[in-house]
């Protein structure tokens, strides 16, 4: 998807306008692309409290899911001077949670991702590695912390998610994409969706099993393992121990 950086950051600027910073004088705005092309934004929202304010970043998210939810795929913050604001960290992680590891975040130098902003971030993975959440029937945490667009969203348990592990900025991670076909009865092929770059397996299955109980996971040297629900097909045989 392309990003129009100068409209993010112009909309940030606006935004940086109608900020509540009385306390602080410190005016803040952001402007996030969805991935269905829609721009959210937000400012600053202080309070008497100061340890309740509310950060620029807080109120895209919250546009984000009150307009449609979706996934970040850019964003843009801005001080009162129009120059690149970088988030805080509790920002970081809200980030992380709605844009994932590849969301690029505006930068006083180039714009850059949340692997870089925060580089071995938690997440819903960490959960599902350590309490299963996810995992069981019936419950909603990771197809909340990893949506899937609504574009997809009637090919959920359809397909099939293959996970690899790939190379980014030179350091090992795993990524996967979603395909059409659901094995070899079936002919209809093509790529439905690309995920993110994750630093472990787990994360990366668990982005597949929200979409379908179909995951394989590839070997550096080509073979496959099982990572999805129930016994593993006769066609491969072996389970991942993910």
């Avoid at 269905?36 to 937000?42: E, F, I, K, S, Y």
């Avoid at 001080?79 to 809200?94: H, I, K, N, S, V």
């Avoid at 991670?173 to 395909?179: F, I």
Wanted: net charge negative.
């Amino acid at each position: 998807m392309e990003i129009d950086w100068p409209a993010l950051r112009a909309a940030a600027v606006d935004m940086m306008g109608r900020a509540y910073a009385p306390y602080s004088k410190f005016p803040v705005g952001a402007a996030a692309l969805v991935d269905d092309g829609r721009v959210v934004t937000g400012c600053n929202v202080e309070n008497a409290a100061y340890g309740v304010a509310l950060c620029a970043e807080c109120g895209v998210i919250s546009a984000l899911h009150a307009t449609g939810g979706g996934r970040l795929v850019a964003l843009a913050c801005v001080d009162a001077a129009g120059a690149a604001l970088m988030p805080c960290g509790r920002c970081r992680q809200l980030l992380w949670e709605h844009g994932g590891p590849t969301c690029l975040v505006d930068a006083p130098d180039r714009p850059r991702s949340m692997s870089e902003l925060l580089p071995f971030a938690f997440d819903v993975a960490d959960l599902a590695e350590i309490t299963g959440v996810g995992d069981r029937p019936g419950e909603t945490v990771t197809d909340a912390a990893v949506d899937v667009p609504a574009a997809l969203r009637e090919w959920i348990g359809r397909g099939t998610v293959f996970v690899h592990t790939d190379c980014d900025g030179g350091q090992p991670v795993w990524s996967a994409y979603w395909e059409r076909s659901a094995g070899a009865d079936e002919t209809e092929a093509g790529i439905l969706e690309e995920g993110a770059y994750w630093p472990t397996s787990t994360a990366a299955v668990a982005w597949g099993r929200v979409r379908t109980p179909r995951v394989v996971v590839v070997e550096s040297d080509g073979s496959l393992a099982w990572a999805g629900e129930g016994p593993p097909p006769p066609e491969i045989g072996e389970e991942f121990p993910a």
